[in-house]
């Protein structure tokens, strides 16, 4: 799947932790960031948070953990593209929760 103008604004990089788990790292561009995760906050279900630094949420039925300093990490995602399909609903500035 072609990243998208979306998740190419916002994204530095994708990273997959090694174990196999069905798990993605996303790094967001420092200068985007703080706008990142206030989209995806807006969207998630926020479930813990943690001294405003950490957010575990769901969305879609999969476990998202928000960090503010822009990082996050997607799980029950099997591929990168799935990932990037999730990044871009999460990221898209139409819709909302």
């Known amino acids: 799947m072609p990243i998208s103008n979306v998740t190419e604004k916002y994204i530095s990089r994708i ?14 561009k420092h200068e985007y960031a703080e706008d990142a995760v206030k989209r995806i906050l807006n969207k ?3 479930k813990q948070k ?30 990168e593209e ?6 871009e609903k999460l990221l898209d500035d139409s819709s909302t929760k």
């Open 15 to 28: 990273e997959k932790p090694c174990g196999g788990r069905e798990e993605y790292i996303v790094i967001f």
């Open 44 to 46: 998630c279900t926020i």
């Open 50 to 79: 943690y001294a405003e630094f950490y957010f575990k949420c769901t969305f879609e039925e999969r476990e998202v953990n928000v960090f503010v300093d822009g990082k996050l990490l997607l799980k029950k995602i099997k591929s």
């Open 82 to 87: 799935e990932a990037l399909q999730v990044l």
